[in-house]
């Protein structure tokens, strides 16, 4: 079974300094991973999405991830923090499983940007 | 672009009543998903749907049923509502690359479910 793992459900940052939010997985097959945004009252947004064609991948608004497989990790990272990117921020995994491509989430990291 | 529509955006209703939640996917995407969040907690896979069939089925209780029609418009049927089914529930869409897992979801604004 494939799963993720997200390290700190809240981080805080300054406005303008590095955002860093990390996600762990475990699975049996090569993983497909995704990462999702989520603002207060509203849907789950695709940021990017690594599916084993490149290791870095870019994505919206300025984010992107390196998928690391000696490290099972896929860590999310933006150089300069923006007030608009706070937000929830989800780490999911996508397991095929013979009849349907379902998402396992983490359980997400808030992410505050202060000034 | 069109979006992943779902209606109602909000619902409230009391314990053991039964509510439907309608999704309806992208033009031309071909599988939906169901997912429940519950406060404060990730999403959870409940049920999914390709080319009008049950494709896989997470944790749904028996006292729900879903089911996409002809038009690729799904319907979540929540029958003996209870105070813990109170949540975000969130419709997904994609287009199945022949069941790949890189097939992106789209996720449409949730519908909060309230039981008093």
């Known amino acids: 079974a494939q799963s993720v793992t997200q390290l700190g459900s809240h981080v805080s940052v300054s406005e303008g300094a590095l955002v860093l939010l990390r996600c762990n997985y475990s699975?049996?097959?090569?993983?497909?991973l995704f990462w999702y945004v989520q603002y207060p009252n509203q849907g789950l947004q695709l940021l990017l999405k690594?599916?084993?064609?490149?290791?870095l991948v870019k994505g919206i608004n300025g984010f992107e991830a390196e998928f690391k497989k000696s490290e099972t990790s896929f860590h999310l990272t933006k150089p300069s923090a923006h007030m608009s990117d706070a937000a929830e921020y989800f780490c999911?995994?996508?397991?095929?499983?013979?009849?349907?491509?379902?998402?396992?989430f983490g359980t997400g990291t808030q992410l505050k940007v202060e000034l | 672009a069109a979006g992943v529509i779902q209606s109602p955006r909000h619902l409230i209703k009391e314990k053991r009543e039964t509510a439907t939640l309608k999704c309806y996917p992208i033009?031309?995407?071909?599988?939906v998903y169901w997912y429940q969040q519950g406060p404060g907690q990730d999403p959870q896979f409940l049920i999914s749907?390709?080319?009008?069939?049950?494709?896989d089925k997470g944790s749904i209780p028996d006292r729900f049923s879903a089911q996409q029609f002809s038009d690729y418009h799904s319907e979540l049927n929540m029958s003996s509502l209870e105070l813990g089914d109170s949540a975000l529930y969130f419709c997904?869409?994609?287009?199945?690359?022949?069941?790949?897992?890189?097939?992106?979801?789209?996720f449409g604004p949730g519908t909060r479910l309230t039981v008093l």
């Open positions: 690594y599916t084993s064609a490149a290791t």
């Open positions: 033009p031309r995407h071909d599988t």
């Open positions: 997904a869409s994609s287009l199945s690359s022949g069941g790949s897992s890189t097939d992106t979801q789209y």
């Open positions: 999911a995994v996508s397991a095929f499983t013979g009849g349907g491509n379902k998402l396992t």
């Open positions: 699975s049996s097959v090569p993983p497909y």
């Open positions: 749907f390709y080319e009008k069939m049950q494709s």
